[in-house]
């Protein structure tokens, strides 16, 4: 198996780039981010199989992961996500993704996946998509526009504006304006509070 994994988290990267090695004899190149990724595919692609850091640089959502599909000439991409909400999952699937992988996923499950998806078949973890099922839609979520969510998501992690617009590749003042308008559709008077209110609503 040739596996590329774009991921921007040094020791998530490393950690599994080592054990996919190791343990399931691929050839692993990484990278930490989407322009990285997609140099990469040029020049040595196309990859068995892609995987996507859904908030790294240069991502921008699910946007990125329509331009290395086309980059890897109709071979398996997969998002690989430690935050991302459960609705993304069938969010990448609609958007072409071969899968969808919690980066809480166990060790050997991973590899188990990243052979199933390398073999060209779809792979999502049956609970996250049981969950999504199950799930009814949010009151909260029905608020927000899809860019609201990444910013609220980002301050439920505990970021700085500067770091979610980084993330975003957005400017800074931008996400003021995100957070702001999060408040008041959150009715918070603080971005604490917004995070805190849709923690204790099931948001994140």
Known sequence: MRILLADDHDMVRETISAYL???GGAAVTSTIDLPGALSEIEENGPYDLVLLDYNMPGMQGLAGLSTALK?????????ISGSAPSRTAQEALDAGAIGFIPKTMGAQSLLNAVRFMSA???????????KEAEAPAHPLADKLSPREIEVLDGLCRGLSNKEIARELELQEVTIKLHVRTLCRKLEAKNRTQAALTAKEAGLF
């Open 21 to 23: 090695k190791s343990e």
């Open 71 to 79: 980059a890897n000439g109709g071979k398996g991409v997969a998002i």
């Open 120 to 130: 060209g078949e779809i792979y999502v973890p049956v609970e996250l998509m049981r």
